[in-house]
């Protein structure tokens, strides 16, 4: 069965320094959503891609956040420089269009120290 | 925006049923979804409902009252692996596209 695959698991940082965050979604699925969420609550939508173009990105922080979809399949979420508050689950999810159902990777936990 | 809410936690046995409420208000509705997620996993997909009335798929159920922004989703032959949380999505038209945004989950435990 295809899966969304996410790299790293696990991630712990110092605060001002840069993480990056990879997801490869589902083959042959154009949509992809980068989300984030803070333990016990629901995840919070950062940015959605259609094929490599962004459709939304309303809710990413562009002053540390930034996300890339080059070729139009795996992406990648950078932060720099991380903060405190941004310990949390950040989890990468693939529709095959945008009204299909999204199917979720298994998360990158980023902890900043 | 979207407002969604849902019970914080839930208890119940083992064997017996459950049934996890969630309201909602939004503009621009088109889907509603139910995800599984346990303890430090990604939420998998349960159920979808975008008609009124009810799913059922195995042992879980969802139904949906788009006039009453009302949805429900039914666990049956509760069994200890169902302990988890449960999150109630709305799909609907955002800045580009359809969004899903997410109630903050129920949590259920399940007891013996």
């Known amino acids: 069965e295809a899966e969304v695959a996410q790299s790293p698991r696990y991630k712990i940082t110092e605060k001002s320094q840069a993480v990056a965050f990879w997801c490869d979604p589902i083959?042959?699925?154009?949509?992809l959503y980068w989300y984030r969420q803070i333990l016990g609550q629901g995840p919070e939508l950062l940015v959605q891609?259609?094929?490599?173009?962004?459709?939304?990105d309303s809710q990413l922080p562009k002053d540390r956040f930034s996300a890339e979809r080059l070729k139009g399949v795996d992406s990648t979420l950078k932060i720099q420089p991380a903060e405190l508050g941004d310990s949390a689950m950040y989890l990468c999810?693939?529709?095959?269009?945008?009204?299909?159902?999204?199917?979720f990777g298994p998360g990158t936990r980023l902890l900043v120290l | 925006g979207q407002n969604i809410d849902q019970p914080t936690e839930m208890t119940a046995t083992e064997g017996a049923i459950v049934q996890i409420n969630c309201t909602y208000q939004?503009?621009?509705?088109?889907?509603l979804f139910w995800y599984q997620q346990h303890a430090g996993e990604a939420p998998t997909f349960l159920s979808y409902?975008?008609?009124?009335g009810l799913e059922e798929k195995g042992r879980f159920s969802s139904f949906l009252s788009r006039s009453k922004g009302y949805s429900y989703l039914l666990l049956k032959e509760l069994q200890m692996k169902d302990s988890a949380s449960y999150l109630c999505?709305?799909?609907?038209?955002?800045?580009?596209?359809?969004?899903?945004?997410f109630g903050k989950g129920t949590k259920l435990s399940v007891i013996p």
């Open positions: 999810a693939s529709s095959s269009t945008g009204v299909e159902t999204q199917y």
């Open positions: 083959s042959g699925h154009a949509t």
């Open positions: 891609f259609q094929d490599e173009s962004v459709v939304d």
């Open positions: 939004t503009s621009g509705f088109n889907g």
């Open positions: 409902n975008v008609l009124d």
């Open positions: 999505a709305v799909r609907a038209a955002g800045a580009g596209s359809y969004q899903l945004t």
